[in-house]
């Protein structure tokens, strides 16, 4: 295997990191979560590198080629996810940020488009808010912020940042047309953010489908 420069091997992280971004990537492949190679996902090592998923795997099939350590602050090695400078960039951002999900689902999908305009997905009353932290009650308004997507990660790494500014009020977010990323202190948080959003993304595009 040809190593691109400034990676180092898989074999070199930690295996259960490597693990933990397979295992993941099993249990959203089987909901079908990220069809085709699309999705991406990692995890933080340490305070200067992250463990990234590489481009055009099938990512229900990580193997140990098809993840790499990436530093923190760049350069980014050769045959990464087009995606990676979002990564990176929340890492920077939230030193209590290790791992982070993104999937492409019908729900966030759909609602990333119609939602596009307003700058976010509006969710109150659902018990299902409470699977974020720092939510403590259905009873509160939940905005998930919707971003217009750019073929230029590295603008819009900063064009989210700035707009987080740091420690996020929620855990996740959309990009138009895209879908949905998620992240927490650990892969098990980041899984919990990324599925209770996911549900609550389905319970609003269900609503509104009954309402018309």
Same mark, same amino acid.
């Given at each position: 295997?040809?190593?691109?420069?400034?990676?180092?091997?898989?074999?070199?992280?930690?295996?259960?990191?490597?693990?933990?971004?397979?295992?993941?990537?099993?249990?959203?492949?089987?909901?079908?979560?990220?069809?085709?190679?699309?999705?991406?996902?990692?995890?933080?090592?340490?305070?200067?590198?992250?463990?990234?998923?590489?481009?055009?795997?099938?990512?229900?099939?990580? /193997? @140990?080629?098809? *993840?790499?350590?990436?530093? $923190? =602050? !760049?350069?980014?090695?050769?045959?990464?996810? &087009?995606?990676?400078?979002?990564?990176?960039?929340?890492?920077?951002?939230?030193?209590?940020?290790?791992?982070?999900?993104?999937?492409?689902?019908?729900?966030?999908?759909?609602?990333?488009?119609?939602?596009?305009?307003?700058?976010?997905?509006?969710?109150?009353?659902?018990?299902?808010?409470?699977?974020?932290?720092?939510?403590?009650?259905?009873?509160?308004?939940?905005d998930l912020p919707v971003f217009a997507n750019d073929q230029d990660t590295v603008a819009l790494a900063a064009t989210i940042e700035g707009r987080?500014? /740091? @420690?996020?009020? *929620?855990?996740?977010?959309? $990009? =138009? !047309?895209?879908?949905?990323?998620?992240?927490? &202190?650990?892969?098990?948080?980041?899984?919990?953010?990324?599925?209770?959003?996911?549900?609550l993304l389905a319970c609003t595009l269900e609503e509104r489908r009954l309402q018309r």
């Amino acid at each position: 295997m040809t190593v691109p420069p400034g990676a180092l091997t898989a074999p070199l992280a930690d295996p259960q990191a490597v693990e933990a971004l397979a295992a993941f990537g099993r249990f959203a492949s089987a909901r079908g979560w990220i069809a085709a190679t699309s999705g991406n996902f990692s995890c933080r090592l340490d305070a200067d590198h992250a463990l990234v998923t590489r481009s055009g795997i099938d990512k229900g099939a990580i /193997g @140990a080629g098809d *993840v790499a350590v990436v530093p $923190l =602050a !760049g350069p980014i090695p050769a045959g990464m996810s &087009a995606e990676t400078p979002l990564h990176l960039a929340r890492y920077r951002a939230s030193a209590a940020t290790g791992a982070i999900v993104h999937v492409h689902t019908i729900a966030a999908t759909v609602l990333s488009r119609a939602d596009a305009a307003s700058g976010r997905v509006r969710f109150s009353g659902f018990e299902m808010q409470k699977a974020l932290s720092g939510v403590a009650t259905h009873e509160a308004v939940v905005d998930l912020p919707v971003f217009a997507n750019d073929q230029d990660t590295v603008a819009l790494a900063a064009t989210i940042e700035g707009r987080l500014n /740091g @420690a996020a009020a *929620v855990p996740g977010y959309l $990009l =138009a !047309g895209h879908g949905l990323y998620a992240w927490g &202190a650990t892969m098990t948080d980041a899984r919990r953010h990324l599925e209770g959003l996911e549900f609550l993304l389905a319970c609003t595009l269900e609503e509104r489908r009954l309402q018309r």
